[in-house]
């Protein structure tokens, strides 16, 4: 599998930053009909991209001096960024139709606690992957689910940084696993996918109501999720035995691999 040296993803990271993709000009028109069904979920994604990352920046300073990967925290630190610019504008947005941002959400306070804890990449590694696949149907979903010019460019700028930040998390996951033998491999891809599901699950049902007005049942949404997993932590993907490595950035790649 081809992956990307953290110095590539810093400088992927740097350029994606000043790319503008909203029109802060254009007037919210979001309907009373299409708030009642979006704006709870809204309003905990918002808080949940809105994370200090100093969790996963710990982990993440930690592997990088046990692999000698002096770049990596770097990368993770402007990928943190990118995700709170995710949380700033959708609370710009949610300020601008007059709703508030929470400061608490049980789905963001049950993450959170395992964040806390959590000091392990590969363990972050695939919780940010099953997030952050939910989070491209989610976004679609809500994308889908009105007819708001500004709210729709608001996800799909959101949508094109997700898709990096899979390949990125991705990467990371190969790398990771390709250091195991094979009886931690065999342990290990049973666990991702075992996680990756039931938080698919967990996910559904925190939000069934926002996905289903973006026109996703619940079998379509868990086929999705399930060809998600397949491309991140499938058996040809993990198993896959050619690796090579660019740090070469150039940005025409990295929107093919978008
Ligand atoms: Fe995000
Ligand atoms: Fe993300």
Redesign the pocket.
């Known amino acids: 599998m081809q992956t990307h040296s953290s110095l590539y993803w810093k400088k992927y990271f740097t350029r994606n930053a000043s790319v503008k993709r909203i029109d802060w000009q254009l007037e919210p028109q979001l309907t009373k009909f299409e708030k009642g069904k979006i704006i709870k979920s809204l309003q905990a994604w918002q808080l949940g991209e809105t994370s200090e990352g100093e969790h996963l920046l710990q982990a993440a300073k930690k592997y990088a001096l046990k692999t000698n990967d002096n770049e990596y925290p770097e990368a993770v630190k402007l990928f943190i960024k ?2 709170q610019k ?1 949380g700033n504008n959708l609370g710009k947005y949610l300020d601008l139709i007059d709703e508030p941002r929470i400061t608490k959400d049980w789905g963001d306070t049950m993450f959170r606690k395992i964040r806390y804890y959590n000091t392990n990449m590969e363990l972050w590694t695939i919780a ?1 992957i099953t997030v ?1 696949s939910a ?1 491209q149907i989610f976004y679609q979903a809500l994308k889908d689910a009105s007819n708001c010019t500004l709210l729709k460019q608001i996800c799909t700028d959101i949508l094109i ?2 898709a990096a ?1 899979i390949t990125f998390q991705k990467e990371r996951l190969y790398i990771i696993f390709s250091g195991k033998n094979s009886i931690s491999k065999f342990i290990a891809y049973h666990a991702y996918t075992c996680f990756f599901i039931c938080t698919s699950l967990v996910i559904w049902f925190a939000h069934q109501k926002l996905f289903k007005a973006g026109r996703l049942n619940f079998f379509k949404y868990f086929q999705k999720m399930m060809r998600k997993l397949n491309k991140v932590a499938g058996t040809a993907i993990l198993y896959h035995t050619e690796n090579k490595t660019s740090s070469v950035y150039d940005s025409s790649e990295i929107v093919q691999s978008i």
């Open positions: 990118e995700e995710h940010v952050e989070a940084d997700e930040h």
